[in-house]
């Protein structure tokens, strides 16, 4: 069965430095999603991406952020200066049919 | 704006005996999809069941089930015969059907534990 791969599963960082998170989504899917979870709270949106731009983006997703798919298959979020607030599970994920795949996800610590 | 309640955030059942979980979501729109997926503590989200606003049948996937009442703008989650590896956490989640983005609104969650 087709899935959604992350990686890495694990990162950690020093606070100031870039980081890019990568994914593989479903291949015959066309949108694609990053959320993130903070420990103990809920599931957030970050930014949709579809036919090869941002759809819509919430207001976490500040210029700090950016999301790209660089060859057709891996879609990746890079934070380009990590903030201590930064540490949270990031989740991957991809639609068919208004139905979502998640990723793994990549937990993130900012040191 | 669009938001899905969790009012529930901790629940607990016996192995075996059945839970219903509680979920209340606000919109304007008729068209929407409504789901309820499960992170367990390997943090991976998986999707358990999915309901279309327009279908009046109740979803069900084996031991899980739902009851949606639209009008109540209600959709809880039932599930029978619980098993130890339900413990996890649950997530009610909303998608607007006349979205071009097709995003998904999260409630808070709520923490099962399924006791032996």
């Known amino acids: 069965e087709p899935e959604v791969t992350q990686t890495p599963s694990h990162q950690v960082t020093q606070m100031g430095q870039e980081v890019i998170l990568r994914c593989v989504p479903i291949s015959n899917h066309l949108y694609f999603y990053w959320y993130r979870q903070i420990l103990g709270q809920k599931v957030e949106f970050l930014v949709s991406f579809y036919n090869n731009e941002i759809s819509e983006k919430s207001e976490i997703f500040d210029d700090q952020f950016s999301v790209e798919r660089p060859d057709g298959s891996n879609f990746t979020l890079k934070i380009r200066s990590t903030k201590l607030e930064d540490s949270a599970m990031y989740f991957c994920a991809s639609d068919g049919r208004n139905e979502q795949f998640f990723g793994p996800g990549t937990r993130l610590t900012v040191l | 704006a669009q938001t899905v309640t969790q009012s529930q955030p901790e629940m607990s059942v016996q192995e075996a005996e059945t839970v219903t979980l509680s979920c209340t979501y606000d919109t304007s729109e008729s068209n929407y999809y409504l789901f309820w997926y499960k992170q367990p503590p390997s943090r991976q989200m998986i999707l358990v069941i999915r309901?279309?606003?327009?279908?009046?049948q109740n979803a069900t996937e084996n031991r899980f089930s739902v009851n949606f009442q639209k009008a109540a703008k209600s959709f809880s989650l039932k599930i029978s015969d619980s098993q130890l590896g339900d413990t996890a956490m649950y997530f009610c989640?909303?998608?607007?059907?006349?979205?071009?983005?097709?995003?998904?609104?999260f409630g808070q969650g709520t923490t099962l534990q399924v006791k032996p």
């Open positions: 309901q279309e606003a327009y279908k009046q």
């Open positions: 989640a909303f998608i607007d059907g006349s979205s071009n983005t097709g995003k998904l609104i």
